[in-house]
């Protein structure tokens, strides 16, 4: 009987009348709109229907452009989002300042046009499969009816039906076909900029637009201000053109900038950029420091030193806490056990808070941050048996993996996805390691250079820590190197669950994030002078030194100052090197009511003069105190290592004796 059927199919040119009917089922959208823009229309369709086209539909091969994403299997958001902030960082880094444009079509899916759904999706088929195709959206029927019993049947005049089985993939091809003629077609300073060649797979690419489902982002470089503004404006105008003459039009709300400057005029940019706007006087659209785009939050500052990715850590830091505070009552329950309560914690709250983080570039700084928030939460479910327990006798005791680990096998996992199939990524590699024109080289021979970016230094890193695990890979990798990393076997079948660990191993990428010093309260601390000054500031510590300052003046180097506070911080961070102010002596000394010195009351002082060379007396004194102090603690310390090896020497004397 079916088989029948399909030959009356074929032999007529006609599908029945049940297959090019749908029934339409409305799905909230929650974008605190009204009418028919609050809702998604669903197409609930024959499933034999959809089997039969989904066969015709299958017999090309699907594929999009390098940097196309949603539609692709294995490409995903997180991919996109690493190819815009390398690209972005490697600009900065040789002075070109960046343009981010983030376009969103309205309603991209249903509004496309037929000519245009039928021109690039279909070239490829046969004239008896492209009738079926064309026709499968040309002849649809939609049937709505809502709870009053109330029917209607209607006809769309564009697009295709969600819920169809190649609806999707055929509005990704023309899609990114309309894009990649604009990207073509539309003039951009400094071009040459975004043109790379993959390490692996020797192919060029363009990095100037990023295509995930109908959101688009435009790279552009610039070079003043000025330049940036008018940028804004033609690139709205023209790619608006090009979505009216498919039909579809831009989403002006959700249209977002981002400008990345670089130079010596970033810092007077950034503060004017707010001011750069679309040109659209219906709709403006001005600039913004932080920008939301795939479910990442982008900044502004990629060259500073957490390379824009703290205020994407803060975002999942509120959406892990969010997601405590629904399940509070589960957390604080006795009578559940704490196995349990330990894998709803990994699967909901953990999950969200680590969601996206391989993809940055995180500091040792924001790791430590990260993990005393996590050891946190694992404290409350021991509820007090932890008191005096490191944070890794606790993760042990729970059976979680310190976040450090975690990050590292998601980026190893992310990374061994990404080498299995090199020419499918031609983008990523490009981005991360290819060759650009003006731009700082990537790769020295066949390991990474040593101004590359910081997410080439970071996965290199990650390599040699699985080298340092799996010998086979390490003799692989001193072979083949960064050039010809698809070659390596061993990584491909490496388990990253052997990266998880309870220790913290805190490791930065650059060397402005790595510190020595830590303060009782978990913050990491720029030296001994560092911490100091963190604790007066903080906890209230106050030096011995400060009370021999009484007035706006340093009894060291007799600099003045505003205040006597600056005076006070001034010396507290010369105080164990020399002295020596920035500020020259413009400011007049205020003198003290009294001439009186705290240590020493019982002395008077006629003059200021007098007074401030006591106080250098006392800041000698205490100098050659500290010094006295510290030698003292080396030679103890070589005195108890001293006899040991003399009883050493004599056994070995008096074996040999013997």
């Not at 006609?14 to 297959?19: M, S, Y």
């Not at 790791?367 to 996590?374: G, I, K, M, N, P």
Request: proline residues 4%.
């Amino acid at each position: 009987m079916m088989q029948q059927l399909l030959i009356l199919i074929r032999r007529t040119g006609q599908v029945p009348l049940l297959w090019a009917t749908s029934l339409g089922f409305p799905v909230p959208k929650h974008n605190l709109k009204t009418g028919t823009k609050a809702y998604r229309l669903l197409h609930l369709i024959d499933p034999v229907s959809k089997s039969w086209v989904s066969g015709i539909w299958r017999q090309k091969q699907f594929s999009l452009s390098s940097t196309a994403f949603g539609y692709v299997p294995h490409r995903t958001r997180e991919e996109a989002s690493i190819i815009a902030r390398v690209l972005s960082y490697r600009l900065c880094q040789s002075k070109h300042s960046v343009v981010w444009l983030m376009f969103d079509v309205s309603n991209a899916f249903p509004s496309m046009s037929w000519s245009w759904l039928d021109r690039s999706p279909l070239v490829k088929f046969s004239e008896s499969d492209r009738h079926f195709l064309s026709q499968r959206h040309r002849q649809a029927n939609c049937v709505v009816w809502d709870g009053s019993q109330n029917v209607i049947v209607c006809r769309a005049g564009s697009g295709n039906r969600q819920g169809d089985s190649p609806a999707a993939q055929q509005f990704a091809l023309a899609f990114d076909r309309l894009v990649q003629l604009w990207a073509k077609r539309t003039s951009a300073p400094d071009r040459n900029l975004l043109v790379a060649r993959s390490t692996w797979t020797h192919d060029p690419v363009f990095l100037g637009s990023i295509v995930f489902a109908d959101d688009v982002l435009r790279l552009v470089p610039v070079s003043d201000f000025s330049i940036a503004a008018a940028t804004c404006s033609e690139m709205a105008a023209s790619f608006r053109k090009y979505l009216r003459a498919a039909g579809m039009d831009m989403s002006l709300p959700k249209l977002q900038v981002l400008c990345c400057w670089a130079g010596k005029d970033a810092c007077d940019n950034r503060q004017k950029q707010l001011t750069i706007s679309t040109g659209d006087p219906s709709n403006p659209v001005s600039s913004k420091h932080t920008a939301k785009h795939l479910g990442f939050t982008l900044s502004d500052l990629a060259m500073q030193g957490d390379l824009g990715s703290k205020v994407e850590i803060a975002s999942r830091i509120a959406a892990a806490n969010k997601a405590w505070r629904t399940m509070w009552h589960l957390w604080t329950a006795r009578d559940i056990d704490l196995k349990l309560k330990i894998h709803i914690y990994r699967a909901v709250v953990l999950s969200a808070l680590l969601s996206g983080l391989h993809t940055l570039v995180i500091s040792c700084n924001q790791l430590h941050y990260l993990e005393a928030w996590h050891s946190n939460k694992l404290r409350l479910f021991l509820q007090g048996e932890a008191a005096g327990w490191s944070n890794t006798e606790v993760r042990r005791a729970c059976n979680c993996p310190a976040v450090c680990c975690l990050i590292r096998r998601a980026r190893v996992k992310f990374w061994q996805g990404i080498v299995s199939e090199p020419s499918h990524h031609v983008a990523l590699c490009a981005a991360i390691s290819g060759k650009i024109s003006s731009l700082c080289p990537q790769l020295s021979g066949k390991i990474p250079h040593e101004k590359a970016n910081p997410w080439l230094k970071l996965v290199w890193q990650d390599l040699q820590i699985v080298a340092s695990i799996d010998s086979n890979f390490e003799h692989e990798l001193e072979e083949y190197g960064w050039k010809s990393l698809p070659n390596c076997h061993h990584f491909l079948t490496f388990q990253p669950s052997k990266l998880l660990n309870f220790d913290c191993h805190c490791t930065g990428v650059l060397h402005e994030h790595l510190s020595e010093v830590r303060c009782a309260c978990g913050v990491l601390c720029r030296g001994n002078c560092g911490l100091a000054m963190h604790r007066f500031r903080k906890h209230g510590e106050q030096p011995v030194i400060f009370k021999w300052i009484v007035t706006n003046q340093c009894p060291r180097c007799l600099g003045s100052f505003s205040s006597r506070r600056n005076a006070r911080l001034h010396l507290f961070r010369c105080f164990s090197s020399h002295c020596a102010t920035r500020i020259p002596t413009r400011f007049s000394v205020r003198a003290p009511r009294y001439l009186i010195c705290p240590t020493c009351p019982d002395i008077r002082f006629s003059t200021l003069a007098t007074l401030q060379h006591h106080f250098q007396q006392h800041l000698q004194h205490l100098a050659e105190t500290l010094h006295e102090a510290v030698d003292s603690e080396s030679t103890e310390s070589s005195d108890t290592t001293t006899p040991s090896e003399g009883e050493g020497s004599g056994e070995e004397s008096s074996s040999s004796g013997e």
